[in-house]
Every structure is written in structure tokens, then in C-alpha cells.
């Protein structure tokens, strides 16, 4: 409930700023974007590790799929997800070189399906939400 | 050591030692990854040119090492609304006991514009040393608060900020029995200045003079005597280990953020104690040292040290006997905050009826 608020608080942003003939600097969009996909980030990283990926490897994925995210981002991210039973990892010797490799764990397999469905609301609420105002105006 | 090196160390040496290799061993790896596909894209062995773009694509180091820490404070959001209003409330204290020092220096002393502007001087590196010493002492007390806090609450079991919260707990949670945050916090720092004084700098109770009659209470380079005897000396061990309890109950109120009957016992029994000391004090020798031999004979007939010696021992007579009817006052209202907790405890859960 806290996100949809977070996203609609955002979107209401955006909304008032285009009302009101602001014109928003490159920095607050880049901002405003940078805080929506913050929401999406862990889905995302969850749908992609059904099958073992080091985390250069899953960057590439996820850059493939759309979503630009830098490591500075995405390691802390893996270990917090980790931390909290999300996922596993393990290191590897590839090419005389260590990888560390992560997979989604049991825990993390039951709670996919969970979010999938969440965003899938989120999504349906927002295409709802977005023709309401689509209407009115 | 090669630049990737220099850089995954200078990222690690920001890091707590406990994940430090894990995390460097894992940027290490993600930067040769990196280098490898840049090396593949050109065509060409990685070089050094190569290694400056993957790094500086990467960040800096501070940057890179803080995304993988939480957020840390020395005093933190809950604490610092009340730091604040101490550091300014021990700001103005100062600047208010600097400047009356300053008048009456300049009152007495400031016979010539030379010594004025001296004086003036003396009062701001005063005041800037005051004002220091006060605010890095309130600083230290913080951040010991915020740590015992974030600490207790991360590790110990059982603590408000592990349990899951009960509305139940709303009935422990009367109005008397909910912790005034300001005053308690309040009373750890001046109950640790008190330790810090007595302990550490018992001469600024002494009272100084110059052979020009001017007076002053503190530390300088007059001829000073101290105010207070050796008598009321011997009661600071007592003291000070009531003071220390006292801050021990105060951050456990602060932990649990309401008073329960264990709390309200633990503090009856300081005050019982406190009490004590006092009665002892009232009953005991002399509590100050100042008599008529304490001043050169040119000072001790003046009118002024005849008051000055009559009234002072009367004026902690007084002060002994307000903290006994004081201490004892807080007493009776613990106890009827007991009993009329019980009574509310009783009204939540309708058991009363």
C-alpha cells in the first residue's frame, strides 16, 4: 500500500507540474524516472534468476530486457536480496577467475509469483487511474 | 599492484572488515567482466585506457563502498529535534553567564580603554571555548544514547523494536506512565555535566579574589579559595554512583519509552537514597570551607564576607532541605502513578466492574 502511494505521490508530481506549465529541469525528470523504476528493480532481478547468472551477465539481461541499472546498484542490491533468504549464491572459478554466481532460492520462488501478481494490480490500477484522467481532461 | 587493485582496495578500506573481501573479491570480478567485454568490442587487448573508463564508469570508491553500508548517524532523526534544542538552551546559558561576567568585569576592572578591550577579549575566547566544550559534550552524550539505542534494539531480545506492537500495550502506556522524552534526555545531560564537575573539575566551586576586592566564582589566576569543604567532598563517591544509576534508569526509560513498576520502584529507591545523602549532609559537619580565615584581614572585616559567610551555609540548608521535600514529593507521586496505573489497567480490560 506504501508503494502505490510512493507511485501515485510521483505521478501527482508530474501531473501538477505539467497543469501548472512548469517545466521540469532534466534533473527532476531524471529523478521522478529514477524513483519508479527503483520500484520495479527487485521484480526484475527476481524474474531474471531462475537460472544461475553472475551479476555482469545479469546487468547485460536486464539492459537487453529495457532496464539500465549500474552495479554500483545492482551488487548491493543482490547481497541485500540474499540477506533477506531471496536468493543464493555461490562462487565459481571461471576462466582462472572467481564469479560469483547467484540463483532465486525456495523462498524467493514462492515469493515471485506473489509480486508478479502485486504488479500486475499495480498495473491494472495505474491503466485505470491513467484513463480516468484521461477522461476528465 | 595493478589499477584495478588500487581501486577494489581503496573501495574495501571504506567497508567493515567483516564483508570486505567478500565485496572485493565481487567488484574485482565484475570489473574484469566489464574490462573483458570493452577488450572483445575493440577488438584489442584491454590497456590502461580501458581500465580509467570501466573505473571511472564504476564510480567512486567513497560512492561505491556507501551503497553497500546502511545508513548511519551519529544521532539520528529521533534523537536530534531534542539535541537541538539542548544545544541551543546550553548555547544561550553560556552566552548569558559570559556576558554578566563580562559586565561586572568591565564594571569593576574597565578603568581604561586598554584593559576594556583586554577584558572583551578574555570573554570571547570564553565564550568560544565554552560554547565548544558544551557542544562537543552534548555531541559525545548523543551519539552514546543513539548507540545504546540503535544497539539494544538490534541485538537484545525482547525490546520494544523486535516485538510485534500489541494495542494491548496501550494500557501499560497511561498518560502518568508515559516518558516525558525532553526532560529525560534533559536530566542524562545534566546529570553527566554533575559527574563531569565534581568529579573531574571540583575547582570551579571555589570563589576567587585580587587584592583589589574584585570577586569571581571559577578558575583563574586570583587567589581563590575553595567554596565548598572537604566534608561535603567525602559525599561525591555517594553521589556520583547515584547520578551514574540515575542515567542507567534513564536510558532504559528511554529504550522502553514508559515507565512500569519495576522502573518506578528502581527510581524510588534513588530517591529514597538521595534522601539520605541529603539528611546525612544537613546532619553531618559544615558542607562549606569559607570562613573569616580564609580572606587576608584587609577583606574578612568587610561587610560584604560577613554576609557573604552567614548566609552561604543557610543557603544550602535550604537547598538540602528542597531536595528532601522534593525527592519526597516525587515519591508520593510515583506511588499514586502505580496505583492509578493499576486502576487504569483495570478500567482498559473491564475487569474493574
Known amino acids: 500500500m506504501a508503494n502505490y502511494t510512493i507511485t501515485l505521490d510521483i505521478l501527482y508530481y508530474i501531473q501538477y507540474n505539467v497543469i501548472n506549465g512548469d517545466i521540469m529541469t532534466n534533473e527532476s525528470f531524471d529523478n521522478v524516472i529514477l524513483e519508479l523504476r527503483r520500484g520495479v528493480i527487485v521484480l526484475a532481478v527476481l524474474s531474471q534468476l531462475s537460472q544461475e547468472q553472475y551479476g555482469y551477465s545479469l546487468i547485460n539481461n536486464l539492459r537487453e530486457g529495457g532496464l539500465d541499472i549500474d552495479q554500483g546498484t545492482l551488487y548491493p542490491l543482490l547481497r541485500r536480496l540474499e540477506a533477506q533468504g531471496l536468493l543464493q549464491s555461490n562462487w565459481r572459478i571461471e576462466a582462472d577467475r572467481p564469479r560469483r554466481y547467484y540463483v532465486i532460492s525456495k523462498e524467493g520462488q514462492t515469493l515471485l509469483p506473489q509480486l508478479k501478481q502485486e504488479w500486475n494490480s499495480i498495473v491494472t490500477m495505474m491503466d485505470k487511474m491513467l484513463d480516468m484522467e484521461r477522461r476528465v481532461s | ?353
Open chain 2, 1 to 353: 599492484m595493478n589499477l584495478i587493485d588500487s581501486y577494489v582496495s581503496e573501495v574495501g578500506r571504506r567497508l567493515p572488515s567483516k564483508t570486505r573481501a567478500d565485496i572485493e573479491a565481487e567488484i574485482s570480478s565484475a570489473l574484469e567482466d566489464m574490462l573483458e567485454e570493452r577488450s572483445s568490442k575493440a577488438g584489442r587487448l584491454a590497456d590502461d585506457d580501458m581500465v580509467f573508463e570501466i573505473l571511472k564508469e564504476y564510480g567512486d570508491p567513497e560512492k561505491v563502498a556507501g551503497s553497500y553500508l546502511p545508513e548511519r548517524y551519529l544521532i539520528g532523526p529521533s534523537l536530534y529535534p531534542i539535541f537541538w534544542t539542548l544545544v541551543k538552551v546550553f548555547l544561550a546559558i553560556t552566552l548569558i553567564v559570559v556576558l554578566l561576567g563580562l559586565g561586572i568585569n568591565l564594571g569593576q576592572s574597565a578603568h581604561d580603554l586598554q584593559t576594556g578591550l583586554q577584558i572583551l577579549g578574555k570573554a570571547a575566547i570564553n565564550l568560544y571555548t565554552s560554547a565548544l566544550t558544551s557542544l562537543a559534550t552534548l555531541v559525545l552524550i548523543f551519539a552514546i544514547i543513539e548507540w545504546a539505542l540503535k544497539n539494544s534494539g538490534k541485538k537484545v531480545e525482547g525490546l520494544p523494536l523486535n516485538k510485534e506492537w500489541d494495542p494491548h500495550s496501550l494500557t501499560k502506556i497511561s498518560p502518568p506512565n508515559r516518558i516525558k522524552l525532553g526532560e529525560t534526555i534533559a536530566e542524562v545531560v545534566f546529570t553527566f555535566f554533575a559527574i563531569f564537575l565534581f568529579n573531574f573539575y571540583p575547582q570551579v566551586f571555589n570563589l576567587g579574589y585580587s587584592t583589589s576586592g574584585n570577586w569571581y566564582i571559577g578558575t583563574g589566576n586570583w587567589i581563590s579559595v575553595p567554596i565548598l569543604s572537604e566534608a561535603f567532598f567525602r559525599f561525591i563517591p555517594y553521589l556520583t554512583l547515584v547520578w551514574i544509576l540515575t542515567i542507567v534508569l534513564d536510558i532504559i526509560l528511554l529504550q522502553q519509552g514508559y515507565w512500569n513498576t519495576l522502573t518506578r520502584i528502581f527510581s524510588i529507591t534513588l530517591k529514597v537514597i538521595n534522601i539520605a545523602i541529603s539528611a546525612a549532609m544537613l546532619a553531618g559537619p559544615s558542607l562549606i570551607a569559607l570562613t573569616a580565615s580564609s580572606f587576608p584581614s584587609t577583606l574578612s572585616n568587610t561587610q560584604a564576607i560577613q554576609i557573604l559567610l552567614k548566609i552561604l551555609p543557610q543557603i544550602i540548608r535550604v537547598g538540602l532541605w528542597l531536595s528532601i521535600l522534593g525527592n519526597t514529593i516525587e515519591i508520593i507521586k510515583a506511588f499514586s502513578s502505580m496505583i492509578s496505573n493499576r486502576q487504569f489497567a483495570f478500567t482498559i480490560t473491564g475487569k474493574s466492574s
